[in-house]
């Protein structure tokens, strides 16, 4: 088969399945207004959870920072990309979540992979939760440790891969918050289960950090435990972009030398990180935003039910209305659409086979009417 035929025929597998994908350029900012093809929806997809995107003393900040570093770090940090605005930023990031050190690095997708490829040895397991991130599981794919997955949250199921894994070292991956089905992972047993077996736990937290528990610190403080590395990142509730691994000394040491996604790539811009101290400012006294997204998820939930749609088991800011077939996803986003929302039709291969659904998100920018429409929207439209 040559290269187009090869092409051609994985664009018509597509077609046929109603899974191809396709981009919707955005005319203004992702915040609870989305702009595309000169109309106004009420934006129920983004990530922006706190509604920090557009924050102005964040924006501020990085205005700030472009006018003393510039706008380019300028290099990797293993040569002069590194900058006292990336070093403080780090620092306080590593007392703030009370770990001996943090390490940035330009995305959420890189730092999983960078920590996995740079742990896992041949003789190791991997030992992932089913519906762990794509940056994870294919880190792990990729990696020459064995990768065994256990049942979704289902820690007896964690034990079972345990058992049957011997040799090398184990690592234990999981989300704190799942990104396409928002509900939480058990992370106190987890840990218990982690530290029983000797292994070590790895725990992404992009969709907890800003938005869980006290200053949110997210899922683990939450839990009261302390993975050995844990992942945060700052697209979702920080309203940037980047992201940093928490861990002690001795691993960030050893990150710092294999670790191929820090050491052959241009560092974030000094300016990012000026914005992204300026956020977590804004996240450690948010507890406003905090309360206003919490009261918005109680009455999406409660006016849900009392229309009978039908819920996941989430109590986070990820709603997702799970549908079934590609097609009727998509017809419901389109029909949302014509009524003003903007909602995302997630299908597999990012959702298990059979369950695409509406991903809702629901964010701080909200407004209590916001969500009323929508559910009236979605009760006309899923009818
Ligand atoms: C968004 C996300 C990532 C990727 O982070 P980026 O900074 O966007 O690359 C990783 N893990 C999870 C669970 C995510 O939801």
């Known amino acids: 088969m040559s290269w187009q035929q090869r092409i051609s025929e994985a664009l018509s597998e597509r077609r046929a399945s109603?899974?191809?994908?396709?981009?919707?350029?955005?005319?203004?900012?992702?915040?609870?207004?989305?702009?595309?093809?000169?109309?106004?929806?009420?934006?129920?997809?983004?990530?922006?959870?706190?509604?920090?995107?557009?924050?102005?003393?964040?924006?501020?900040?990085?205005?700030?920072?472009?006018?003393?570093?510039?706008?380019?770090?300028?290099?990797?940090?293993?040569?002069?990309?590194?900058?006292?605005?990336?070093?403080?930023?780090?620092?306080?990031?590593?007392?703030?979540?009370?770990?001996?050190?943090?390490?940035?690095?330009?995305?959420?997708?890189?730092?999983?992979?960078?920590?996995?490829?740079?742990?896992?040895?041949?003789?190791?397991?991997?030992?992932?939760?089913?519906?762990?991130?794509?940056?994870?599981?294919?880190?792990?794919?990729?990696?020459?440790?064995?990768?065994?997955?256990?049942?979704?949250?289902?820690?007896?199921?964690?034990?079972?891969?345990?058992?049957?894994?011997?040799?090398?070292?184990?690592?234990?991956?999981?989300?704190?918050?799942?990104?396409?089905?928002?509900?939480?992972?058990?992370?106190?047993?987890?840990?218990?289960?982690?530290?029983?077996?000797?292994?070590?736990?790895?725990?992404d937290d992009a969709h907890g950090i800003g938005v869980i528990g006290d200053e949110g610190r997210g899922s683990c403080h939450q839990q009261n435990i302390r993975p050995e590395i844990l992942v945060v990142t700052f697209g979702k509730a920080f309203g940037g972009s980047g992201a940093a691994v928490l861990c002690s000394e001795e691993t960030a040491n050893y990150l710092l030398q294999f670790a191929r996604h820090l050491i052959y790539s241009t560092a974030m811009p000094p300016a990012q990180a000026v914005s992204l101290q300026a956020a977590l400012k804004v996240v450690q006294q948010g507890s406003e935003y905090r309360e206003r997204l919490a009261e918005n998820i109680h009455h999406f939930r409660q006016g849900a039910m009392q229309l009978s749609l039908k819920l996941a088991d989430s109590f986070s800011a990820i709603q997702p209305l799970i549908v079934g077939e590609n097609q009727l996803s998509l017809d419901l986003a389109a029909r949302l659409r014509e009524k003003g929302f903007w909602l995302t039709a997630i299908r597999p291969p990012t959702v298990p086979p059979g369950s695409a659904r509406l991903r809702i998100t629901l964010t701080a920018a909200h407004t209590s009417d916001d969500i009323a429409a929508l559910l009236e929207a979605l009760y006309d439209a899923a009818g």
């Open 18 to 203: 109603a899974s191809f994908r396709t981009r919707q350029a955005n005319m203004l900012g992702n915040g609870r207004i989305f702009m595309a093809n000169n109309r106004e929806y009420l934006n129920f997809s983004s990530n922006d959870y706190l509604g920090l995107s557009q924050h102005p003393r964040i924006v501020e900040a990085w205005q700030k920072g472009a006018a003393e570093f510039g706008v380019g770090s300028g290099g990797s940090g293993h040569v002069t990309g590194y900058s006292r605005a990336h070093q403080a930023f780090e620092e306080q990031l590593a007392g703030w979540l009370g770990f001996e050190r943090a390490l940035l690095f330009i995305s959420g997708y890189g730092a999983n992979q960078a920590a996995i490829s740079a742990l896992a040895q041949k003789t190791d397991a991997l030992i992932a939760d089913r519906l762990c991130h794509a940056s994870m599981i294919e880190a792990a794919m990729q990696s020459p440790a064995q990768l065994r997955r256990f049942h979704h949250n289902d820690v007896a199921s964690l034990a079972a891969q345990l058992d049957k894994s011997h040799g090398g070292e184990r690592l234990i991956l999981t989300e704190g918050i799942f990104s396409m089905d928002g509900d939480g992972a058990p992370l106190a047993d987890i840990a218990q289960a982690s530290r029983q077996s000797g292994s070590w736990l790895m725990v």
